[in-house]
Antibody, heavy 119, light 107 residues
Framework: EVQVLESGGGLVQPGGSLRLSCAAS????????MTWVRQAPGKGLEWVSY????????HYGDSVKGRFTVSRDNSKNTLYLQMNSLGVEDTAIYYC????????????WGQGALVTVSS | EIVLAQSPATLSLSPGERATLSCRAS??????LAWYQQKPGQAPRLLIY???NRATGIPTRFSGSGSGTDFTLTISSLEPEDFAVYYC?????????FGQGTRLEIK
């Protein structure tokens, strides 16, 4: 059974940093692209970042570019999102999702990790 | 950035009725459009990809159509579990973008 499980969420002060992790199982992690999508409270979905299976192909949404870094460790079946210079506008549930192949179709999602940026 | 506009914002229907949801792109996305369903407190679920392909395990009452800039998600006969928020998403170009969502509520 395909599973992705986020961890690392929590409360952080404005200007702070946080690293999210996403542990994957039930599929050959190294063969699939992965992505992060977030959802602010009561709002819609916002794509955050994408990483190809080999980790050399990464893309970011404009609102996080230069502040967030996506990475993966295929030996540990784990996806990461390093978030720096956090602002209150980054408060959201962050979902990890598996790509359908190498493309940006998200066929399996985790339950999300809540990140709250507040003083 | 490709903007996706979904309509209507809210759709009120009864079980058994047909639902038609629209997604319009600000420029052509070819067939690279997907639809997701999200229920309260849950993660989104992939319904349709490449405009008209049902994802694994999705009932046949869900269908997608369209290409270029105009797309439709149709639910042929609403079941109680179909009342949720629906999002479209394009992968034609970076950045990936989602529509603002259509809330399908019970009338």
């Amino acid at each position: 059974e395909v599973q992705v499980l986020e961890s690392g969420g929590g409360l952080v002060q404005p200007g702070g940093s946080l690293r999210l992790s996403c542990a994957a199982s039930g599929f050959t992690f190294s063969s699939f692209a992965m992505t992060w999508v977030r959802q602010a409270p009561g709002k819609g979905l916002e794509w955050v970042s994408y990483i190809g299976n080999g980790a050399d192909d990464t893309h970011y949404g404009d609102s996080v570019k230069g502040r967030f870094t996506v990475s993966r460790d295929n030996s540990k079946n784990t996806l990461y999102l390093q978030m720096n210079s956090l602002g209150v506008e980054d408060t959201a549930i962050y979902y990890c999702a598996k790509g359908k192949g190498q493309n940006s179709i998200f066929d399996y999602w985790g339950q999300g990790a809540l990140v709250t940026v507040s003083s | 950035e490709i903007v996706l506009a979904q309509s209507p914002a809210t759709l009120s229907l009864s079980p058994g009725e047909r639902a038609t949801l629209s997604c319009r792109a600000s420029q052509s996305v070819s067939i690279y459009l997907a639809w997701y369903q999200q229920k309260p407190g849950q993660a989104p679920r992939l319904l349709i990809y490449e405009a008209s392909n049902r994802a694994t395990g999705i009932p046949t009452r869900f269908s997608g159509s369209g290409s270029g800039t105009d797309f439709t998600l149709t639910i042929s006969s609403l079941e109680p579990e179909d009342f949720a928020v629906y999002y479209c998403q394009q992968r034609q170009d970076w950045p990936i973008t989602f529509g603002q969502g259509t809330r399908l509520e019970i009338k």
